[in-house]
C-alpha cells in the first residue's frame, strides 16, 4: 500500500513570507496529524484531524499557522508570516483512526528553512 | 503531567553486542507505548506497540521492547546489533484525551544509536 505523501520535501524561504505543505495520508485512514520537528527534538503535535473536522489544535500557533482537510482526505499546513524558529521538519502522519491503540504512519517530512 | 522521557542523548555499541534504548513514562493509568526510528532525511517508522498483555513485545527488524510497570519504563532491546540499525530512535505514548477530547500521541526527545562495526 502506498504510504503517506508529503510534498515539498525541501523549502527555504524568507521571514515574513508564506509557505504552504500538502499531505495526502493512507488511502482509508480517517486520522491525520502534523507534527513539527525542530533539530533535536522529538516530533510535537500541532493538530490532529478525524476526517475532516479538527479533534485537537491545541499546539497550533494559530497567530500564523492554519491547516485545512476540506474533503477529509489530503489536507495543507500553512504559515503566514514565517518566523526563524518556524525551521523545522513539519511531518505529516496518518492512522486508521486516532484511538489509543493505533499507530501512526508518517510521511518523509518536509524541511522548511526560514532565513 | 503525563509525559515519556529518554534518558540517553546517544548509545553507542558494538556490532554483535545486545543494546538497549531507554524510555520512561509517567501517566496516569494504563499507559500505552510506542517506538518509532527515524534515519536520516526518512520520516518515523513504527517498530512495535505495548498496548495490553505480555510485557515482551515483539516488533520489526528484530527488535523487542520490555514493559514494567513497577519502573515505569519501556526499554527498546535487540539481541545482536547491526551497523545498520544506527538511527535515532523515539519512545511515544498515547496520552488520555486532551481538552478537545482526542488520544495525543506524543514523543519523548529521541536517541541516537550508534552501531561500531
Known amino acids: 500500500e502506498a504510504g503517506v505523501a508529503q510534498s515539498p520535501r525541501y523549502k527555504i524561504i524568507e521571514k515574513r513570507q508564506s509557505v504552504a505543505f500538502w499531505c495526502n495520508p493512507i488511502s482509508g485512514h480517517a486520522t491525520l496529524y502534523w507534527y513539527q520537528q525542530i533539530l533535536g527534538q522529538g516530533p510535537k503535535l500541532l493538530i490532529q484531524f478525524q476526517n475532516n473536522g479538527v479533534v485537537d489544535d491545541s499546539q497550533l500557533p494559530k497567530d500564523r499557522f492554519s491547516a485545512e482537510r476540506l474533503k477529509g482526505v489530503d489536507s495543507t499546513l500553512k504559515i503566514q508570516p514565517a518566523k526563524l524558529e518556524d525551521s523545522a521538519v513539519y511531518l505529516c502522519?496518518?492512522?486508521?483512526?486516532?484511538?489509543?491503540?493505533?499507530?501512526?504512519?508518517f510521511g518523509q517530512g518536509t524541511r522548511l528553512t526560514v532565513v | 503531567a503525563q509525559s515519556v522521557a529518554q534518558p540517553e542523548d546517544q548509545v553507542n555499541v558494538a556490532e554483535g553486542n545486545p543494546l538497549t534504548v531507554k524510555c520512561t513514562y509517567s501517566?496516569?493509568?494504563?499507559?500505552?507505548l510506542f517506538w518509532y526510528v527515524q534515519y536520516p532525511n526518512r520520516g518515523l517508522q513504527f517498530l512495535l506497540k505495548?498496548?495490553?498483555?505480555?510485557?515482551l513485545v515483539k516488533g520489526s527488524y528484530g527488535f523487542e521492547a520490555e514493559f514494567n510497570k513497577s519502573q515505569t519504563s519501556f526499554h527498546l532491546k535487540k539481541p545482536s546489533a547491526l551497523v545498520s540499525d544506527s538511527a535515532l530512535y523515539f519512545c511515544?505514548?498515547?496520552?488520555?484525551?486532551?481538552?478537545?477530547?482526542?488520544?495525543?500521541?506524543?514523543f519523548g526527545k529521541g536517541t541516537k544509536l550508534s552501531v561500531i562495526p
Open positions: 511515544a505514548v498515547r496520552l488520555y484525551p486532551s481538552g478537545a477530547g482526542s488520544y495525543q500521541l506524543t
Open positions: 505495548y498496548i495490553t498483555g505480555d510485557n
Open positions: 501517566v496516569s493509568g494504563n499507559p500505552y
Open positions: 502522519a496518518s492512522s486508521w483512526r486516532g484511538a489509543v491503540n493505533t499507530e501512526a504512519f
